[in-house]
């Protein structure tokens, strides 16, 4: 959860509002811390929206726990002792189907990291060269360097390298931010092909 982005969101959170998430993995890498910060944001009247994984949504919970509170208008100890232990129950199947549900995206997270790895292997077999030779270096634009990248390195464009192992050399490759500390960039799969997209339409306008 040491993350930046997350933490400047986290201080800003207030009852009411909405975070929506791709998927549970994006939440937490670990499901236990997960379900915790889950519970707290649910207890402090934040809504969580999980896109692929819907039936895990706060608003699912919040559903269960209002029918419970409907029939719980009684003064009968006994009938509230059951009702508080519905309660409980219905807490540990939400943990069951958040755990599920993240341990189900981790296995898609870890499959996607497994083909990249695949693919590279396959190409350097084939020999395809995987990334920048020994003393080269990219000439990319300061402003869009991912784009430079797969332009040079694309099959589609100027290069002969697949989209996956395009992704892979994006996601290797190292550059110097503004407080002068070393980092790879990195590209999501919908952004790839967002930038590839726009790179054709700049290709076609050339033409």
Known sequence: ?????????????????TIVFDEVSRMSRNADEGFDLY???????VHLVFLKEP???????????KKQSEIQNTQDEA???????????????????????FEEAQKEVDFLRQRTREGIETARLN?????????????????EPIKEIIKCKSKDFEGTNSDLE????????KY???????????VAPNTYYKYKKELKSEYVLQI
């Open 79 to 101: 009938i509230n002792k059951i009702l508080n232990g519905v309660r409980e129950g219905l807490l540990v199947i939400l943990k069951r189907q958040f755990k599920s549900a």
């Open 1 to 17: 959860m040491e993350r930046p982005k997350w933490g400047k969101l986290y201080s800003n959170i207030k009852p009411g509002d």
């Open 55 to 65: 039936h895990i949504n706060t608003e699912m919970y919040s559903e269960q726990l």
């Open 166 to 173: 395009v992704m892979a050399i994006i996601n290797a490759t």
């Open 39 to 45: 519970t707290e944001l649910y207890e402090k009247g």
């Open 176 to 186: 110097v931010d503004a407080k002068k500390i070393e980092k790879y960039y990195h």
């Open 127 to 143: 020999g395809k060269q995987i990334g920048s030779k020994t003393g080269s270096t990219y000439k990319i634009k300061v402003k």
